[in-house]
């Protein structure tokens, strides 16, 4: 069921999303811009576990994130873009901490996710997520440049946030 907080709407994506979610990407560097076919993919089977926020008909914010099939008790999340006008409104942490309260993912017991170190705001968020549940924060190396062969990227370490509070607490 969709939730509102003020004008946006925080729901479960569909495909009817996908093509919007894809140009979202596109305005969101640094992310990697996936094909418009991944972000069907996200937004069907993964829409229990992916997030977008709507606001007057406008997709502003995504969050697609997934269950490692090894790692029942993990949401990893892949991507969190917010739309530049709808930024340092709280909106990123607000779609994590929504996702986070969903009943089908009760069993969540850590987040984990990548970051590249030369992103800051995604740093921060992050790391707020920690300190809003009081939790702890721990890195290691994960992907490396090497892994991204001729491609120019930075390094992706893991980021690991957890254990979380008990539902009721979320
Ligand atoms: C990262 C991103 C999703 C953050 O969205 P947002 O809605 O502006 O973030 P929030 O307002 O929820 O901020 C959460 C925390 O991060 C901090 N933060 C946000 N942007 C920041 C920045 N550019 N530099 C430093 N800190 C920043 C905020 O101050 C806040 O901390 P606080 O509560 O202690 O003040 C958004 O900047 C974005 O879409 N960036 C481009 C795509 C990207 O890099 N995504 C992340 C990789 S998965």
Redesign the pocket.
Known sequence: MAETDADVVLRAPSEKDGARIHQL?QA????DVNSLYAYLLLTTHFSQTSLVAEQQGRIV?FVSAYIPPSKSDVLF????????Q???????????KRLLRRASLARIQYVE????PD???????????A?HYSTDLNEEAWFGAEHFGPQQHAEEPLLRIGPLPTRAAI
Request: charge should be positive; proline fraction near 7%; charged fraction near 15%.
């Open positions: 990407i969101c560097p640094p992310l914010g999340v892949w991507q969190v873009a917010v739309h530049e709808c930024r340092g409104q709280a909106l990123g942490i607000r779609m994590l996710t990548t970051v590249s992103n800051p705001a995604s740093r921060a968020m992050f790391a707020r997520v300190e």
